[in-house]
Structure formats: structure tokens, C-alpha cells
T-cell receptor
């Protein structure tokens, strides 16, 4: 089946620094990638949708200058949390959908635990 | 409202059946999904059902869909300790930009008692 990887799986950074999270589709070309944020005991909240080669579409309330998304190739999307603050600590999950993939063909990465100290 | 609703906790004994319920909001949703999340891990698609179906069975999993009441359920037969996880119900909605995106419930934590 389709595999999506995320790197790193866990990261700790200091307040004010930036951290980049990578999301890769390993065995398919992902024309669309999604970034979610999950708080403890909460649901997944969609942050943004990115299509390869174009700017990401951010959900209401998500600061695009703080959460920079780059979908430069059909197998890689990155999320950069800029000037991180402790309230940015969360579990970030990406998912990917292939060209022509149905709504059910959205595959999730294992997530990245970000802790900002 | 706009929320996908699920009960937060369910506890069952090993070998019994588990039934996890969900209500959704968008009657135009074409697909409804059940995902499983184990601790510290991402989401695994368990099963999905197309909106013109009433039931779908896949080995130990049975999904029932009541479109009139916008109610979805997941039954796990012969529940095992390995089934302990959080189960998310999700519906696909068309976004303002015209693409489909998933909207998740808060998840039901299933605890299986040996």
C-alpha cells in the first residue's frame, strides 16, 4: 500500500527558533498534501492543503507566515514552524493524495511530535 | 452544527463486540471513514463506506450507515487487546476551493480489558 513518511518523528526546539518537518510519499506521486495539527485528546485540525507547484491554501485562523508550507515536488512537502513558541507544541500529521485519487485514497504519515521549550 | 460527533470512551472485554458510534453533519458527504490511531502514531484507514451503501463488512469490521439520521457506526467483532486505540470517524466535505477534505470527530478511545 501507499506509504507516507515524516521526518523527524520527534523534535524539541527552543522558543524563537524555526523547525522544519518533512513529509514524503514513498511509492506514489502526491499531487495534494495536507497538514494537520492534533492537540492531546483532540481531533485532527486541518491546517492547510498544498498542491504541487502552487501556494498552499490555509484554513481560517492558521497564520501562513508562521506555518510555511512548501510542496516543491510530487513526493515532498515541508512544514516550517517559524519563531516557534511553546503554544506551537503539538503533534503534526501530514497526509498525501495521489493524482486522480479518490477522497478515500488519502494516506497519513506517522506524525511529528514538536515540543517547544 | 459543523461537528462530527463521537463518544469519547468505550471499554469492552476481550472477545466481545465493540460498537463505536458517530453522527456527521453534511448530507452531501460522498464517503465516510473510520481511522485507527495507536499511541504516538499517525492514522491508519480502517474502512470507508460510500454514501449510497447501508452496510459494509470487511472481516471483523462492519460499518452501518443511516443516511436519514446521519449516523455511522463501526462494529468490531471478537475485540482483541490489539484493537485498543483511538478510532476517528471522518466525513469528506467539499471545501470552498472545490476540493474534498476530511473532517474528523474527536475520536473514541477504545480500551479492551483482557
Amino acid at each position: 500500500g501507499a506509504v507516507v513518511s515524516q521526518h523527524p518523528s520527534r523534535v524539541i526546539c527552543k522558543s524563537g527558533t524555526s523547525v522544519k518537518i518533512e513529509c514524503r510519499s514513498l511509492d506514489f506521486q502526491a499531487t495534494t498534501m495536507f497538514w494537520y495539527r492534533q492537540f492531546p485528546k483532540q481531533s485532527l485540525m486541518l491546517m492547510a492543503t498544498s498542491n504541487e507547484g502552487s501556494k498552499a491554501t490555509y484554513e481560517q485562523g492558521v497564520e501562513k507566515d508562521k506555518f510555511l508550507i512548501n510542496h516543491a515536488s510530487l513526493t515532498l512537502s515541508t512544514l516550517t514552524v517559524t519563531s516557534a513558541h511553546p503554544e506551537d507544541s503539538s503533534f503534526y500529521i501530514c497526509s498525501a493524495r495521489a493524482l486522480g485519487g479518490g477522497a478515500y485514497e488519502q494516506y497519513f504519515g506517522p506524525g511529528t511530535r514538536l515540543t517547544v521549550t | 452544527g459543523e461537528d462530527v460527533e463521537q463518544s469519547l470512551f468505550l471499554s469492552v472485554r476481550e472477545g466481545d463486540s465493540s460498537v463505536i458510534n458517530c453522527t456527521y453533519t453534511d448530507s452531501s458527504s460522498t464517503y465516510l471513514y473510520w481511522y485507527k490511531q495507536e499511541p504516538g502514531a499517525g492514522l491508519q484507514l480502517l474502512t470507508y463506506i460510500f454514501s449510497n451503501m447501508d452496510m459494509k463488512q470487511d472481516q471483523r469490521l462492519t460499518v452501518l450507515l443511516n443516511k436519514k439520521d446521519k449516523h455511522l457506526s463501526l462494529r468490531i467483532a471478537d475485540t482483541q487487546t490489539g484493537d485498543s486505540a483511538i478510532y476517528f470517524c471522518a466525513e469528506s466535505r467539499r471545501s470552498g476551493a472545490g476540493s474534498y477534505q476530511l473532517t474528523f470527530g474527536k475520536g473514541t478511545k477504545l480500551s479492551v480489558i483482557p
